[in-house]
């Protein structure tokens, strides 16, 4: 769907009768509502959610300044490149990630530390079941790309790190 669909949407949903408007299309979504209401709201990884209370003025003037920028933003976003001669190791599962074996115990692996490949560097909580994350290479831990009980995704970059060092 493109700007101009969301604007014609926009400007029918506030002429018509419609209090509220809910559209999915593939992995787009648009939620209109008319009412004072309050909506959640999830942050730039999707865990956490915020109260924002906010009336259908308030709604129109956020969605117009956004494709407002959307339409002057021509530029492609280039994906992060890694450095060479790292590699990240990578969370096989969904769940909630421990850097510590316990709580009153030190990381597994901390920035500096050097790993070799079958180390431990955390653990990763799914359906009640721990499950130890190992190393993959070997190397010195160069960034910690997660905090202590986040949640990961499948696949999601736990560490980087500097190969053969």
Not at 17 to 36: A, I, Q, R, V
Request: glycine share 6%; net charge negative; with cysteine.
């Amino acid at each position: 769907m493109n700007i101009n669909e969301v604007k014609e949407l926009l400007t029918q949903f506030d002429q018509s009768t419609l209090t509220e408007f809910d559209l999915k299309e593939g992995s787009f979504g648009l939620y209109m509502n008319k009412n004072k209401v309050t909506q959640k709201t999830f942050t730039g990884d999707g865990t956490q959610a915020v109260d924002n209370t906010t009336t259908n003025q308030e709604t129109t003037e956020i969605i117009n300044r956004t494709v407002d920028i959307k339409e002057t933003t021509n530029e492609a976003v280039k994906p992060e490149t890694k450095p060479e001669n790292t590699e990240e190791i990578v969370s096989p599962i969904v769940g909630v990630v421990y850097l510590k074996p316990a709580p009153d115990k030190e990381n597994f692996k901390n920035v500096g530390d050097s790993v070799k490949k079958g180390d431990v560097v955390c653990i990763v909580e799914a359906m009640k079941l721990m499950n130890e994350i190992t190393s993959t290479v070997d190397g010195v831990i160069t960034e910690v790309l997660i905090q202590n009980e986040d949640v990961v995704e499948f696949n999601q970059p736990l560490f980087r790190v500097s190969k053969g060092v």
